[in-house]
């Protein structure tokens, strides 16, 4: 197992008697608590599940709670007191890449609860019976438990298999204390997998890490896609739209394209690009975020097809607040639900035409000036909702309902 430092490391504190006491949720919600986040994947990389949990234990250890995360195989973390606790092997699940954890030994996670004392577990769903599920079955009696779901069913076949998960986790579900759900669309996942109504509390983005971003060297007429190389994140639509508008002379003199992200239809967007007559550079995975927040912030329009299995899309706030000119979302589920269904931002992914509006909105973003500021102001005032210290607060209030029913 990889070495990791262990919760010994953290300074002790007293577990709350807050509620021996017969204080109110509310006055719960400003203590300070010692937390530990649990994900089955890893740290080491910063996709979306990771993000959020990374923004906001960093802003809950801000407040003075005692943040510790008990993962999957992790090497490199980002965050401190961060233990691994299994092994993790490669699938492929709703679309994406993602890795599950091997069966994980017990005494490292009786270990782990033992140290690390804990006023909250904060598992992020669904997970992994041979992992959270794990450490959700040994948990304190007195420990309050919040389950967040991130996941949006993408196709039949992650229907069924969220539901089979939900049967094989059934059991150490019933120690969750409160639901949170990303989305909408995630809330409706957590009820039609594990039979669960949860509170929605949307993913954070700390506007100050991107605010930050200056373009390397400013370009005019700039279009940026930033995701994975797969058929759902749509890079192929934006070099189809790309495409449509060069063949009837919509494109605007001087544009060209950046595409961020690689995958397995990398080479294949390579070789439609090889054709077209406007440059597009593609500069593979960007895993430094400052570099990926100045390439965002010289976005004059920043495009986001992606067609369905999308919970939420920390992506596209991350463009917002690094100051992209426009941002566009393709119009499944999730982004509809961020983006408060604005329907300048939002563009179809399916049925006839989508490369003829995708152009057409590409180009008036570039060229009809007042339309675009009016967008980009309507976008920028999303990030309030969407701030880790309007997220944090709601969070809390959660957390103090989970202790005071656990403690009661």
Request: net charge neutral; charged share 20%; proline share 7%.
């Amino acid at each position: 197992m990889p070495a990791s430092p262990w919760l010994r490391n953290i300074l002790p504190a007293p577990r709350s008697i807050a509620t021996a006491l017969g204080w109110r949720p509310s006055t719960l919600a400003t203590m300070s608590y010692r937390i530990g986040f649990v994900f089955d994947d890893t740290l080491d990389v910063l996709d979306g599940v990771q993000q959020h949990v990374v923004t906001l234990g960093r802003e809950l250890a801000r407040r003075g709670h005692q943040v510790s995360y008990l993962v999957g195989e992790t090497h490199h973390s980002p965050v401190p007191h961060t233990v691994s606790l299994a092994r993790n092997v490669m699938v492929r699940f709703n679309g994406n890449r993602m890795r599950i954890p091997l069966p994980a030994p017990l005494t490292p996670i009786r270990q782990a609860l033992t140290e690390g004392d804990f006023d909250i577990l904060h598992v992020q769903a669904p997970y992994s019976p041979l992992l959270a599920g794990r450490i959700l079955d040994h948990a304190d009696e007195r420990t309050g438990v919040v389950a967040t779901y991130h996941i949006a069913a993408s196709g039949p076949a992650s229907r069924v298999g969220g539901r089979l998960l939900g049967a094989l986790n059934a059991h150490s579900h019933r120690r969750v204390d409160e639901v949170i759900a990303v989305s909408q669309v995630a809330a409706a996942y957590a009820q039609g997998t594990a039979h669960v109504r949860g509170t929605v509390v949307p993913n954070p983005v700390d506007p100050s890490v991107f605010r930050a971003a200056q373009p390397d060297v400013p370009t005019d007429n700039h279009v940026v896609f930033l995701g994975r190389f797969v058929p759902r994140k749509g890079a192929r639509t934006l070099l189809e739209a790309l495409a449509y508008g060069e063949r009837h002379g919509l494109l605007p003199e001087g544009l060209h394209a950046t595409f961020i992200g690689d995958g397995p239809l990398l080479d294949e967007c390579r070789r439609f690009a090889s054709g077209l007559a406007t440059p597009v550079e593609f500069t593979g995975a960007i895993y430094d975020a400052p570099r990926k927040a100045a390439l965002l912030a010289d976005a004059d329009v920043a495009v986001f097809p992606a067609t369905d299995g999308e919970t939420f899309g920390i992506v596209l706030l991350e463009a917002i607040a690094s100051g992209a000119g426009v941002t566009l979302a393709g119009d499944n589920p999730g982004y509809r639900w961020t983006m408060r269904g604005d329907a300048d931002a939002l563009f179809p992914v399916d049925g006839d035409g989508v490369d003829r509006i995708l152009a057409e909105r590409i180009v008036r973003a570039l060229t009809d000036r007042p339309w675009a500021q009016e967008l980009h102001d309507r976008e920028s005032r999303l990030l309030e909702r969407y701030d880790v210290a309007t997220v944090a607060n709601q969070v809390e209030a959660v957390y103090a309902r989970a202790i005071a029913d656990r403690r009661r």
